[in-house]
Nanobody
């Protein structure tokens, strides 16, 4: 059973920063790609960022590019999302996801990902 556990969410003022972390278990689990999605109240879950196993390929939504950075530490089975210059519109529940396979065509869609965390709330006040 693969388990993803997010942490690092909270409340911050606009312009501030937060760092999310997602730990996967068991330690023997290896994912081809990890990603972060978010879902605001009344809206569909949307892609934020993704990273391949090697960490050499990353993908971002236009809305977060140049503000957010995704990274992973495979030795710690952890993927991170550094969020800077936060805006009120970044307010959402942020979900970690893991995919056994990978397709560039579907890397920004929920359909690629096999495992999901429970989510962590991020609230940005103006």
């Amino acid at each position: 059973q693969v388990l993803l556990v997010e942490s690092g969410g909270g409340m911050v003022q606009a312009g501030g920063s937060l760092r999310l972390a997602c730990v996967s278990s068991p330690r023997t689990f290896t994912s081809n790609a990890m990603a972060w999605f978010r879902q605001a109240p009344g809206k569909e879950r949307e892609f934020v960022a993704a990273i391949r196993w090697t960490g050499l390929s990353t993908y971002y939504a236009d809305s977060v590019k140049d503000r957010f950075t995704i990274s992973r530490d495979n030795a710690k089975s952890t993927v991170y999302l550094q969020m800077n210059s936060l805006k009120p519109e970044d307010t959402a529940v942020y979900y970690c996801a893991a995919a056994r396979g990978f397709s560039t065509a579907t890397s920004r869609t929920t359909t690629l990902y096999d495992y999901w965390g429970q989510g962590t709330q991020v609230t940005v006040s103006s």
